[in-house]
């Protein structure tokens, strides 16, 4: 393989460039190859409008994605989740690495927990930051089940702009996604790792795709040894379930599929006929109103998908029950 530094084009921001970064390493590792970062701005970086206004986080992935088709760049790196469902001609996610913790989570004031929140909230009604439908949707159906007064208010920004509104008294509490957090060191700032039965992640969050041109045959080959294959089930199992319900990546799905704790996974386990064990996959889906009235949450259990069309039908299967019981209703607005 020829020595040419292979280019990785990034965005600038901080998350981006450590993912990039942690990415880079790994295929240096594998390739023998030296890596140099791209760096390159798209319009979700300079502007100052809402995502939702702006047509979704679809925006950051644009000029990445030009920059692989015009040759300019070897490879890029997307967080799974502000990917848009429909893969584009001419490019291949060459490789999914192992998924990171994909959940939510609270860097709240004061160390505080999201039930704690309300109690001790001056004015009683905690106020915490997020701009998500899906995470506002499940935030105040967790409120309203246990009586705690919240409101969600819209924020965007990067992750200092966001735990800044916390720092200078503004809210209390912020949402971001545990991933993130982990991936620029700053996890310690987490006050409350919310469950996956509160807050259902986004679909992907917590992956990374790592994407080159799909004429590219020598990079494909030699990058497979980054993919995991349980990681790429699963989104592919989540990322269908929300193209099926004919979501935009800023509609209020949350979608994760897991392989299920390992007591629950050995009562499960059963044999195919190899005698082989069959792990067991379980995808959950949500999806509900901004304001928490409504929800409609299901999931469904069966052997880890062993190929692409498997899980895309676990996740279609799962979008068709949902929309059977009136998710249809609730996906709101849908973004282009
Ligand atoms: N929408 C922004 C975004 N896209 C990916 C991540 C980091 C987590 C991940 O890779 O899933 C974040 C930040 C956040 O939601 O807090």
Do not use: W
Not at 39 to 61: M, N
Not at 89 to 110: F, T
Not at 171 to 184: E, S, Y
């Amino acid at each position: 393989m020829s020595e040419n530094p292979l280019k990785l084009g990034t965005r600038r921001s901080k998350l981006a460039m450590a993912q990039s970064g942690q990415v880079a390493d790994a295929v240096r590792r594998v390739t023998g190859r030296p890596v140099e970062l791209v760096e390159i701005t798209t319009y979700g970086d300079t502007s100052r409008e809402h995502l939702a206004q702006i047509g979704g986080t679809g925006v950051f992935v644009a000029a990445l994605r030009e920059a692989l088709l015009r040759g300019e760049v070897d490879l890029a790196v997307h967080s799974l989740k502000d990917l848009p469902t429909a893969q584009p001609e001419g490019l291949v996610l060459v490789a999914i690495p192992p998924r990171e913790d994909p959940r939510d989570v609270l860097v709240a004031r004061d160390g505080l927990k999201l039930s704690d929140l309300v109690a001790s909230s001056p004015n009683k009604v905690a106020r915490i930051g997020t701009g998500a439908p899906r995470r506002m949707a499940q935030l105040n159906a967790y409120a309203r089940a246990h009586g705690l007064e919240i409101e969600t208010v819209p924020i965007r920004g990067n992750v200092d702009t966001r735990i800044g509104y916390v720092r200078n008294g503004e809210l209390d509490a912020v949402v971001l996604a545990a991933a993130g957090l982990n991936r620029i060191g700053r996890s310690d700032e987490v006050t409350d790792f919310l469950s996956v039965d509160t807050v259902l992640p986004a679909p992907g969050q917590g992956a990374l795709a790592i994407e080159c041109a799909a004429d590219n045959a020598e990079l494909i080959a030699a990058l497979a040894e980054l993919d995991d294959p349980v990681t790429r089930a699963a989104v592919t199992a989540e990322r269908s379930l929300l193209a099926a319900l004919e979501a935009g990546c800023s509609a209020p799905v949350g979608a994760l599929a897991d392989l299920p704790p390992s007591s629950e996974c050995l009562e499960r386990r059963n044999h195919d006929a190899d005698g082989q064990i069959v792990k067991e996959m379980r995808l959950r889906g949500v999806v509900g109103t901004p304001d928490g009235t409504t929800l409609v949450q299901l999931s469904t259990t069966g052997p880890v998908p062993d190929t692409h069309d498997a899980a895309t039908a676990l996740g279609r299967d799962l979008a068709t029950e949902m929309l059977a019981q009136g998710a249809a209703g609730l996906m709101g607005e849908r973004a282009h």
